[in-house]
């Protein structure tokens, strides 16, 4: 269909994070309206009010770029959702997850986890997804950290600002 239109490919958009307000609307209110609040009320209520402004112009710069996608998922209805805030009104809901049936100890590999340092009685746990401060990496290795689990391993799969946390107890691999 997209060739008969004379696209060569078919362009999908996944969303899975609140880019408008994850990135941009939280964090004005949060260095704007939050921060000052102990000062000032009337600071934090023009912060709060220029973050709402700012996570706005995000929403209709981020649902004109999906509007373009020929394809638009979510990973759940709540962000099927808040896409309609967005603009976008045709996605379609794709839940994240992990296939248990292909992921199971039953197929563990043993080269594999020697790869990476891991024996057969090591407890090897897996955090695969954007290495950024949203997704609150460095909360998960000091988790890790306090759990002290003797003959455990954690493993880092992604990309992202968060590249950069360097610490013993874990192992950064790369994607």
Do not use: W
């Amino acid at each position: 269909e997209q060739r008969a239109r004379g696209k060569s490919c078919t362009v999908g958009g996944y969303f899975h994070t609140d880019l408008a307000g994850a990135y941009f609307g939280e964090p004005v209110r949060r260095a704007l309206g939050a921060n000052v609040e102990s000062r000032s009320e009337i600071l934090a209520g023009i912060g709060t009010k220029v973050g709402d402004f700012v996570e706005a112009g995000a929403e209709v710069y981020f649902g004109a770029v999906f509007k373009r996608c020929d394809q638009m998922f979510a990973a759940s209805a709540v962000q099927a959702e808040r896409l309609t805030g967005y603009g976008v009104t045709s996605a379609r809901q794709v839940p994240l997850g992990v296939d248990v049936a292909r992921f199971c100890p039953a197929r563990r590999s043993r080269h594999v986890r020697a790869l990476y340092g891991a024996g057969d009685d090591t407890l090897v746990l897996v955090y695969a997804g954007r290495l950024d401060r949203e997704k609150r990496v460095q909360m998960l290795v000091e988790a890790f950290k306090r759990l002290n689990l003797p003959n455990a391993k954690l493993l880092m799969l992604g990309e992202g600002p968060a590249r950069v946390l360097r610490d013993d107890a874990v192992q950064l691999l790369r994607i």
